[in-house]
Nanobody
């Protein structure tokens, strides 16, 4: 089994930047694919970006494309979400999720493992 824990969330002003981390533990991660999701107030959970441990190629959803970068650090069993040019509409709980596949899946229902989420309020 895999446990995921997000960190790095917090208040940020519009136009600002923030870097989130997701630490994975519990087993080896050679076939684990992980995705950042977000869920704003009254909105559906949507994918932000993901990366697999095997291939290390990031993929991005439409919501924040061009303003985010997903990366990994295999030595630390951690993936990151660098967010830039943040907008008030980016306000959400950001979740780290994963499943036992070599490729990511942008459907929340396909992901087996979830962290508790970290809050990112974007406001003046």
């Amino acid at each position: 089994q895999v446990q995921l824990l997000e960190s790095g969330g917090g208040w940020v002003q519009p136009g600002g930047s923030l870097k989130l981390s997701c630490a994975a533990s519990g087993r080896s991660f050679s076939d684990l694919a992980m995705t950042w999701f977000r869920q704003g107030p009254g909105k559906e959970r949507e994918p932000v970006g993901g990366i697999s441990w095997r291939y290390g190629v990031p993929y991005y959803g439409d919501s924040m494309r061009g303003r985010v970068t997903v990366s990994r650090d295999n030595a630390k069993n951690t993936i990151y979400l660098q967010m830039n040019s943040l907008k008030p509409e980016d306000t959400a709980v950001y979740y780290c999720a994963g499943h036992d596949r070599c490729a990511i899946n942008f459907s929340p229902y396909a992901n087996e493992y979830w962290g508790p989420g970290t809050q990112v309020p974007v406001s003046s």
